[in-house]
């Protein structure tokens, strides 16, 4: 090596390492000095990773975000093999919001209550107060986590927080709207809170006469001049399209960042590409002859996967046939939110932009683009996302750091941990603090500096499913390596457990599972064994995709025991009785039978019928980071014949 080379790496860690400057912020702990530099994260939506191609043609249209490739990609360290380790929106934010722990960890298991939701996750151990902790200044423009508009509560001097106008803790800004609004019409919150608890915001628009004097208030003191007037000129009857106000939003906090006396972390967490998609008038002509029927699309031979994947094949020739997707062809929903992309590409452009043109940003700041999970198209004859193929799983995921040398990196990451992790190490925190609290992300920053960084052997993957959608896509566990992938169903077929196994390197298209290959039976053993070991807890064993246990029949002894798998044993069982679930039969056990800790469903039925028993299991760890068990719940369905 060079000794040029040698004093480049040299730099570059330097400046990775967080020793751009020194500051002594407001209301930062005493003695500390910070250092690191402005981290400026753009989180999509259900955006997959060949939308932003890397290192391998895209059948997707070309140069869908020439201004993301020019001005991030170009200047960056690309990451092309990224993972979400649970690829649903809550799932996935909650575990990068929570500082890099999995969804066993955090309990955010699924987008809504009572697998997933705002509710589940710990707000006051999060990024945001372990960044406050390390001397940066906070603010998330865009998305938070699903449900967080049901979130109320109690701030610091006692005065209660009600439903839709809750700011999580260590937020200095915080405009946020409710999940899947409305692309032009859409209610959203304006506040800041403490490190140390939650604070109340303003509800626009229903709260616009209150700006102006929340403005004057000492509560505001963290929103800058530039994002007050922002605010107050927007007409609340006739707001932006969404991304034009996420991008303005973002762009008035930025003309004023260079004059903060701390290091920032603005996170712009973007509605586009999520369905359904609407594209900006000047977009929706693009695309026009566009059609997907690229990788597995359509794939004609399904006897290989397991049996809801067959059955499931009604629903890919019902959307080409009429049914669509959101009230659309398949081809038109995925031309919108490639479309939907293009308005993305623009607030890259304008924010990069903003960032470059400051000389006080300019070689101080690094920039992340990344997904929240990636979305089938119809491969394997499958739509969305929770899906554990690898269409769903990969997202884009680039780093532009000052002095980082452009490159792509082909290792494995897992992006809701790892991106956390690298984030808290540019901020300072040591890795010794990291490991202390039990965290689950490596950090990426060794690559930023151009050395080797550490290496990811397996991936972890697992969706918990809750509901209606249940029956229609199981939960499942997955593990994942370099060469191969190993799937395990949450339930029991005909034909026995339902898993696949694949051969990556001969088959990266997942079209051939090899479970029952007896050449791979070694690999299969081995990786089931280690999957066993990670994997989060979950209630398997039941006799079908939508969770219908046995049924019984009036006068006759009855008994089903369930079995807990993943998680720490021992397990406990007992039913959950929050009024949350709403299914088609009577919620609760059949009279007669009892469920006791165990799982064990037993007793003499009395009266016929279906009844949904909402059965949750809980076990024996301790999570690093809410202090509780995991635990998570599952609707099965009894029916007793007379």
Same mark, same amino acid.
């Given at each position: 090596m060079s000794n040029v080379r040698v004093r480049l790496l040299l730099v570059v860690s330097v400046f990775v390492l967080g020793s751009l400057g020194h500051s002594q912020p407001k209301g930062a702990p005493r003695g500390l000095t910070v250092q690191g530099p402005n981290i400026v994260l753009i989180l999509s939506d259900d955006q997959r990773w060949d939308t932003v191609p890397i290192d391998e043609a895209s059948p997707l249209p070309a140069n869908l975000m020439p201004s993301l490739d020019r001005l991030v990609v170009q200047q960056g360290v690309s990451f092309s093999r990224a993972f979400v380790t649970n690829p649903v929106c809550c799932a996935m934010r909650a575990s990068f919001l929570a500082g890099g722990y999995s969804s066993s960890n955090t309990g955010v298991i699924g987008n809504r209550w009572p697998n997933g939701?705002?509710?589940?996750?710990?707000?006051?151990?999060?990024?945001?107060?372990?960044?406050?902790?390390?001397?940066?200044?906070?603010?998330?423009?865009g998305k938070y986590l699903n449900e967080w508009e049901s979130l109320d509560g109690v701030s610091r001097n006692g005065q209660?927080?009600?439903?839709?106008?809750?700011?999580?803790?260590?937020?200095?800004?915080?405009?946020?709207?409710? =999940?899947?609004?409305?692309?032009?019409?859409?209610?959203f919150v304006v506040g800041t809170s403490k490190s140390y608890g939650p604070a109340e915001g303003l509800l626009m628009p229903n709260e616009r006469q209150r700006l102006v004097e929340y403005f004057a208030s000492s509560a505001s003191a963290s929103l800058t001049q530039a994002l007050k007037g922002f605010l107050l000129s927007l007409d609340m009857a006739n707001l932006p399209y969404v991304t034009d106000f996420e991008k303005d939003a973002s762009l008035a906090y930025l003309s004023e960042a260079s004059r903060f006396e701390a290091p920032f972390f603005l996170m712009i967490a973007a509605e586009a590409c999520h369905g359904p998609a609407v594209p900006e008038p000047e977009d929706q002509g693009l695309y026009s002859d566009f059609s997907y029927q690229a990788r597995a699309w359509g794939e004609a031979d399904l006897s290989d996967k397991p049996e809801h994947v067959q059955a499931l094949s009604w629903e890919?020739?019902?959307?080409?046939?009429?049914?669509?997707?959101?009230?659309?062809?398949?081809?038109?929903?995925?031309?919108?939110?490639?479309?939907?992309?293009?308005?993305?590409d623009r607030l890259v452009e304008e924010v990069v932009g903003a960032i470059d043109a400051d000389p006080g940003l300019r070689d101080r700041t690094v920039v992340i683009f990344a997904s929240d999970n990636g979305l089938l198209f119809g491969e394997h004859r499958l739509f969305g996302k929770q899906i554990p193929y690898e269409e769903s799983l990969r997202v884009p995921l680039v780093i532009r750091a000052p002095g980082a040398q452009p490159q792509v990196v082909a290792? =494995?990451?897992?992006?809701?941990?790892?991106?956390?992790?690298?984030?808290?190490?540019?901020?300072?925190?040591?890795?010794?603090?990291?490991?202390?609290?039990?965290?689950?992300?490596?950090?990426?920053?060794?690559?930023?500096?151009?050395?080797?960084?550490?290496?990811?052997?397996?991936?972890?993957l697992q969706t918990y499913r809750f509901g209606i959608v249940r029956a229609l896509r199981p939960s499942w566990a997955a593990l994942r390596t370099s060469t191969h992938k190993l799937i395990d169903y949450d339930y029991i077929g005909q034909s026995g457990p339902q898993e696949e196994l694949y051969d990556l390197i001969a088959d990266p298209l997942e079209l051939a599972s090899v479970?029952?290959?007896?050449?791979? @039976?070694?690999?299969?053993?081995?990786?089931?064994?280690?999957?066993?070991?990670?994997?989060?807890?979950?209630?398997?064993?039941?006799?079908?995709?939508?969770?219908?246990?046995? =049924?019984?029949?009036?006068? @006759?002894?009855?008994?089903?025991?369930?079995?807990?798998?993943?998680?720490?044993?021992?397990?406990?069982?007992?039913?959950?009785?929050?009024?949350?679930?709403?299914?088609?039969?009577?919620?609760?056990?059949?009279?007669?039978?009892?469920?006791?800790?165990?799982?064990?469903?037993?007793?003499?039925?009395?009266?016929?019928?279906?009844?949904e028993v909402v059965v949750r299991i809980v076990d024996s760890s301790v999570s690093p980071q809410h202090g509780g068990p995991q635990w998570c719940v599952a609707p099965l369905q009894i029916v007793i014949d007379p």
């Open positions: 939701g705002a509710r589940r996750f710990q707000d006051a151990r999060s990024l945001a107060t372990l960044l406050k902790q390390q001397g940066y200044r906070t603010a998330l423009v209660y927080i009600p439903r839709g106008k809750y700011v999580p803790p260590g937020w200095d800004v915080f405009i946020s709207k409710p =999940n899947l609004g409305d692309w032009y019409r859409y209610p890919f020739d019902n959307a080409y046939q009429g049914g669509g997707l959101f009230g659309q062809h398949p081809d038109e929903f995925l031309r919108d939110q490639l479309r939907s992309l293009r308005s993305l290792e =494995n990451v897992a992006v809701d941990l790892d991106l956390a992790a690298t984030v808290l190490d540019l901020a300072g925190m040591p890795q010794a603090e990291r490991d202390g609290r039990g965290m689950d992300g490596i950090s990426l920053q060794p690559y930023l500096a151009g050395a080797v960084g550490p290496i990811r052997e397996e991936l972890v479970h029952a290959d007896p050449a791979y @039976q070694t690999v299969r053993d081995a990786m089931a064994q280690r999957l066993q070991s990670l994997r989060g807890v979950v209630i398997e064993d039941i006799d079908d995709a939508q969770g219908a246990l046995p =049924n019984g029949r009036v006068g @006759q002894p009855y008994e089903y025991a369930l079995r807990g798998v993943g998680g720490t044993a021992p397990h406990a069982f007992d039913l959950l009785h929050d009024g949350s679930f709403h299914g088609t039969c009577p919620v609760g056990l059949p009279p007669g039978l009892s469920l006791d800790a165990q799982g064990r469903v037993a007793g003499t039925p009395l009266e016929p019928g279906c009844w």
